[in-house]
C-alpha cells in the first residue's frame, strides 16, 4: 500500500509541475504579453513600459515562471490588475460559494443516480428500467443553463419560493445566514446535478448489470442470499469502480465548470470570478484560478486511484 501511495504521489506532483509549465505558456510565452493584453492596442508605450515592470515581464522567461512557482509555494498569488487586492483573498472568498455548491450538487447526484441506476438494473428489460433510461436520455440532452432558466421562472418567478439570483452569505453579519444560503444554491445544485446524474444513472446500471452476471453471484443467491441482499452486499461494491471513476471526473467538472450556471444566478463563485477576470483582461487572476481549478481536477484523480485500492486490494500490488 506504502508503494502505490508513493507512486501515485510522484504521478500527482509531476502532473501538477507540467500543469504549472503549461499555463505559465500559455498565458505569458504566447506572442505579446500580458501588458499588452490588458491594456490594449490604444497604449501607448511608456504605459506600456510602466506595466511591463510591475508584472515582472521585462524579466526573462525563467525567472519568471520560478517567482510565480515560489509564490505558489509561499500562498503568495500575486494581486489582481482589476480589484487591486491579493488574488489570494479574491479566490477563499469565491470558494465559499463554489465548493458547497458542488458539493450539494456531487450529494444530488450521487444519491439520485445510485438509487436509479441499481433500481433500473434490478428490473433490467423490465418497464422501470426503460423508464429511467428515457429520463435520463432526457437529463442528458438538457443544457444546464437551459434548465436553470426554467427553475427560475418556475420557482422564482411563478411560485416565489426563492429569489431568482444573488447570495446572502453564510452568517448573520454579511446579511444572511445558513439556512438562507443553502436556499440561494438549491436551484443551481439542482441545475448542475440533472446532466450529471442522468450520466451517472446509465453508468451504475450498465456496472451492475455486469457483476449481476458474474459467477460468484449466481453462487450468493443458489445459496440463499436474496436478490436485495445480493445486490447491495456484493454486486453495488464489485461495481463500484466505474462509477468512482466517473464520480471523480464528475465532481470536478462540477468544480471548473460552474462559469455559466454561477452567471445565470448571480452566485459570486469562482467561476464567476474567472468569467469577470477574462472580461476585464486580469491576467494575474486567470493564471492562478486557472492552476487552482487544475490542481483541483489533479488532486480529486488522486483521491479516486486511492479510493480504488480501498476497494478493490488485487489494486495495490498491480505492476
Keep these: 500500500m506504502t508503494l502505490f501511495l508513493l507512486r501515485r504521489l510522484a504521478g500527482f506532483v509531476l502532473t501538477l509541475l507540467a500543469a504549472t509549465l503549461v499555463v505559465f505558456a500559455v498565458l505569458d510565452l504566447l506572442p505579446g504579453n500580458a501588458a499588452e493584453v490588458v491594456l490594449g492596442d490604444s497604449a501607448t ?106 427553475l427560475i421562472l418556475l420557482f422564482a418567478v411563478q411560485l416565489q ?29 439542482v441545475a448542475l446535478a440533472v446532466v450529471q446524474a442522468a450520466i451517472l444513472a446509465r453508468i451504475t446500471r450498465s456496472a451492475v448489470l455486469d457483476v449481476l452476471r458474474e459467477d460468484y453471484v449466481r453462487t450468493a443467491r443458489a445459496k440463499g442470499l436474496s436478490r436485495r441482499a445480493a445486490l447491495w452486499r ?30 445565470v444566478f448571480s452566485l459570486p463563485g469562482l467561476g464567476r470570478l474567472v468569467f469577470q477576470a477574462i472580461a476585464n483582461r486580469d491576467v494575474v487572476v486567470v493564471r492562478n484560478v486557472v492552476l487552482l481549478l487544475a490542481a483541483a481536477v489533479i488532486t480529486i484523480n488522486l483521491v479516486v486511484d486511492v479510493l480504488y485500492a480501498v476497494i478493490d486490494p488485487r489494486l495495490r500490488s498491480a505492476r
Aim: overall charge negative; proline content about 5%; charged content about 15%.
Design 234 to 263: 456484493h454486486v453495488l461494491r464489485n461495481a463500484a469502480i466505474p462509477v468512482l471513476t466517473v464520480m471523480g471526473l464528475q465532481f470536478a467538472n462540477l468544480l471548473t465548470g460552474t462559469i455559466v450556471v454561477e452567471n
Design 161 to 189: 419560493w426563492v429569489s431568482a439570483g444573488g447570495f446572502p452569505g453564510w452568517t448573520e453579519d454579511e446579511g444572511g445566514g445558513l439556512w438562507d444560503g443553502l436556499q440561494a444554491l438549491l436551484l443551481p445544485a
Design 45 to 150: 508605450p511608456e504605459s506600456l513600459a510602466a506595466l511591463e515592470k510591475k508584472l515582472g515581464l521585462d524579466q526573462p522567461a525563467a525567472v519568471r515562471y520560478m517567482q510565480w512557482v515560489g509564490g505558489l509555494l509561499r500562498g503568495d498569488l500575486g494581486v489582481s490588475l482589476s480589484y487591486d487586492t491579493p488574488v489570494a483573498d479574491l479566490v477563499v472568498e469565491r470558494l465559499a460559494v463554489t465548493v458547497p455548491l458542488a458539493l450539494m450538487a456531487m450529494a444530488l447526484t450521487t444519491v439520485v443516480a445510485l438509487v436509479l441506476g441499481v433500481y433500473a438494473a434490478s428490473r433490467h428489460n423490465r418497464l422501470g428500467d426503460v423508464g429511467v433510461m428515457a429520463a435520463s436520455q432526457v437529463g442528458i440532452a438538457i443544457p444546464n443553463f437551459w434548465f436553470a432558466i426554467l
